[in-house]
Each structure stands twice: as C-alpha cells, then as structure tokens.
C-alpha cells in the first residue's frame, strides 16, 4: 500500500490543482455575468409568455362578451325606439324596467371593456419592457460569453497538462484505491487522503479535525491507513 499510496498522493495534488483550476473558471466575473444574464433573460422571457398568454385570455373573454353586448345594446335601442313613440295613456311601466334592466346590463359591459383597457394597456407595457430587457440581456451574455470563451482558451494547456498528468498516474493506481478516492471526492471531499495529526498521543484526523476512535487509532498504527469514521476520508500515517 505504501508505493500505491505514494502515487495515489501525487495523483490527489494533481487532481486538487486541477480542481482549482476549473474552479477559477466557474467563480470568474465572466461566468457570474453570464449566469446573471441568463437569470434575467429568462426570467423576462416568462413575463413575456405570462403576457401573451394574459392577452389570449383577454381576446377570448371579449370576443365571447361582444356578442352579448351587441344584443343587450340592439334591445336598448328598440326599447328606446318603442317608449319614444308610445301614445300617450300607454302603459310604459314594465317597458321602463325592462330598460333600466338593460341599461344596468350596458354599464357593467362598459365598466368590464374599461377594465379590459387597462389590464391590456400594462400588458403591453409589460410586455414591451421585458423584450426590451430580454434583448439587453442577450448582449450581456454574448459579451460575457466571449470572455468566458477567452478564459478558457487560455487554462487549456494547464488543465490539459493536469488531465494528461492524472490519466498517466491513474493506470499506476490499484481500483480499490482509487475507487474510494473517486467516491469521497465525489462529495466534493478535499483532500480525500490526509496524513494523521499527531498531538500528546492523540491522534486526529486532518480533515475534519476529530479524534480518532481508539479502535481506528490501532488499525492505523496496524495497516498504515484507516478510516475516519466522521468524514470517511482515508487517514494514513506520514
């Protein structure tokens, strides 16, 4: 185990430069704009669906009222027409309430066309700002995106040297080993091989800082590694 864990700790030192690097990446002012402008793109690309999709419902709801309108305002205008030319001693009672029913009926068409103007006015406006922003944004991540591109572009030959560096070590690697390191840098676990500290006897793992167990104390001073059984990563002595 000794010759495997010597190479498995230069393979952990590549692997963790390797992590920084494409870190530095991900945590760029380029990448955070990009992921801000795509934030805003589409979230203004949903205001702009909502919006359309608030119009459809409008249109459908008018078209469905102007039928009833047209009839209500037709019967007015013969009720009107019928009571104007009435003879006098006619009985015009019920006709009068037949047309302050209908008038009634006209008023809350209007009152429900008014609010069908002012809902599809900030429609529209809401509409207009959001492509405005969705457009805005677009040139933001372009922008940001050909930085991010340039980033790249120039971490290439490192993060490639390190790729290289790594596949070469590995096949160096019994798979047991190296399957516990892939499985507690799976977590994002780092470093996944630490040397134990050592202070008046006690023994402590380096990674999570606690105490190990008497019984992991012994199979470490035993096999040469053990387990911590906190963070489960592999503890081995220096």
């Known amino acids: 185990m000794e010759n495997n864990l010597e190479t498995l700790l230069k393979y952990q030192n590549i692997d963790i430069k390797l992590r920084r690097a494409l870190d530095s990446l991900e945590k760029s002012d380029a990448n955070k704009k990009m992921e801000q402008a795509r934030t805003e793109f589409n979230s203004a690309k949903k205001t702009v669906q909502d919006s359309e999709k608030e119009a459809e419902n409008i249109v459908s709801s008018y078209e469905q009222s102007a039928p009833q309108f047209k009839e209500i305002a037709d019967k007015l205008s013969e009720l009107e027409l019928i009571i104007e030319n009435a003879e006098e001693g006619d009985d015009l009672g019920e006709l009068a309430e037949q047309l302050e029913a209908l008038k009634n009926k006209v008023a809350s068409f209007e009152k429900r066309l008014a609010e069908y103007k002012t809902t599809s006015e900030k429609l529209v406006k809401s509409y207009q700002d959001a492509n405005a922003i969705g457009l805005k944004m677009r040139g933001y991540y372009n922008n940001a995106k050909a930085d ?91």
């Open 148 to 238: 991010y591109t340039e980033l790249i572009k120039a971490s290439e030959p490192e993060v490639n040297t390190l790729k290289k560096q790594l596949k070469e070590l590995e096949g160096q690697i019994d798979p047991e080993t190296m399957a516990k390191y892939k499985a507690i840098t799976a977590d994002n676990k780092y470093p996944a091989f630490v040397e134990v500290h050592v202070s008046d006897g006690v023994y402590s793992c380096r990674g999570c800082g606690l105490q190990l167990s008497q019984k992991n104390t012994s199979t470490l001073n035993e096999n040469g590694t053990c387990t911590c059984e906190t963070c489960r990563r592999i503890i081995y002595k220096g």
